[in-house]
């Protein structure tokens, strides 16, 4: 079991970039595959992106293919998001958690457990 924190949010121009971190606290394997993911007001939360414990393979959703770029540093337990050419339709607060990839799109695991995650606010 992981525990996870978010940071690196904030409030940015449309255009402009952010880096978030996703860390691992105490002493938790660095194995997990992790995936980024986002809830905007109103809406479901949606899988933004994912990386697997290797650092190899990498899945991105449509929405920010080309923009975002996920990364991760298991010598600091740490997986990053670079936010590139941010949109007003990126505004959400993000989370990460760790996610089963076996075929197809990563999804969570049983019973996972979501922190407080971090704002990104983006404005025109």
């Known amino acids: 079991q992981a525990q996870l924190v978010e940071s690196g949010g904030g409030l940015v121009q449309a255009g402009e970039s952010l880096k978030l971190n996703c860390a691992a606290s105490?002493?938790?394997?660095?194995?997990?595959?992790i995936g980024w993911f986002r809830q905007a007001p109103g809406k479901e939360r949606e899988l933004v992106a994912a990386?697997?414990?290797?650092?190899?393979?990498?899945y991105y959703a449509d929405s920010v293919k080309g923009r975002f770029t996920i990364s991760r540093d298991n010598a600091q337990n740490t997986v990053y998001l670079q936010m590139d050419s941010l949109k007003p339709e990126d505004t959400a607060v993000y989370y990460c958690?760790?996610?089963?990839?076996?075929?197809?799109?990563?999804?969570?695991?049983?019973?996972?457990?979501w922190g407080q995650g971090t704002q990104v606010s983006v404005s025109s």
């Open positions: 958690n760790v996610v089963i990839w076996v075929t197809g799109v990563p999804d969570t695991i049983r019973d996972a457990h």
């Open positions: 990386i697997t414990f290797t650092g190899v393979r990498t």
């Open positions: 105490g002493r938790t394997s660095n194995r997990n595959n």
